[in-house]
């Protein structure tokens, strides 16, 4: 069996054809460029974000490319309650009947301070964010994951959520759960549903967290968004199929 590197991959222009699939953090940087990337190839998007404003600019963007036209689905993740996060997968299920890709997308950077002078505020918005909102929205769509025929569960991870760094504080802490909770799920749905579920990890990419962690980097010595949506693509698509409680790496 051939071994595909998801870095390397090159993507029919098909390979999502039929396929529903929900991007959170679709508004910008490497959700926008996510949800473009699935729409040119064939799927019909989902826009999750906390901005209607920045999704109706993708909606445009993919209509205006040729695309399916996607749906707008605003959500607050700091702020949703799981019966929000319920409404919108009954009504996921009820618009598309099935969804076969979920990528959580969304995150926040948090301080950049040590575990010491880290403020409890800023330490729960991170963990609601980054961890416990990526919790509650899978278990909300998971009924309409299991209408599926191959479907795929895509978390965010980071290098700081493989090995600690100083300062990195609740960030890490949350791509070190993100790891853990796809493992379990993972391990959970591998025997029981056609749901396979991954983390990607999409390194130094030219967005404005990316900035925010780094102000003294060279952003044009990065890749943007778009360069690194090939992994994206193969563990969205059916190639990735099997390939279940992994953590791969985007660059």
């Not at 505020?121 to 961890?131: E, I, K, Y």
């Not at 579920?197 to 952003?219: F, K, S």
């Amino acid at each position: 069996m051939t071994t595909i590197d998801p870095r390397q991959y090159i993507a029919p222009a098909g390979l999502l054809e039929n396929r529903v699939i929900l991007v959170t953090g679709a508004g910008a940087g490497i959700g926008r460029a996510a949800a473009s990337a699935f729409a040119g190839h064939g799927a019909s998007v989902i826009l999750c974000g906390r901005t209607t404003a920045k999704l109706e600019q993708v909606y445009d963007g993919i209509v205006a490319a040729g695309g399916a036209r996607p749906a707008i689905a605003p959500l607050c993740l700091e702020t949703a309650t799981e019966p929000d996060y319920r409404e919108l997968g009954e009504s996921v299920l009820a618009e598309f009947g099935r969804i076969d890709g979920l990528l959580h997308n969304a995150g926040l950077l948090g301080e950049r301070t040590s575990i010491a002078n880290y403020s409890a505020t800023s330490w729960n918005r991170v963990l609601q964010v980054n961890l416990t909102a990526g919790f509650l929205l899978t278990k909300a769509l998971l009924p309409a994951l299991r209408e599926s025929p191959s479907a795929s569960v895509l978390f965010t991870s980071s290098g700081v959520g493989r090995r600690g760094r100083a300062y990195w504080g609740a960030y890490a802490v949350s791509k070190f759960g993100v790891e853990g909770l796809s493992q379990v799920l993972a391990a959970e749905l591998e025997q029981t549903s056609n749901i396979r579920v991954n983390c990607i990890n999409p390194g130094a990419t030219r967005t404005a967290m990316r900035a925010a962690a780094y102000p003294a980097e060279d952003p044009l010595a990065l890749k943007t968004p778009a360069q690194i949506m090939p992994a994206y693509l193969y563990l969205m698509g059916p190639d990735s199929e099997g390939l279940t409680g992994a953590s791969v790496d985007a660059q």
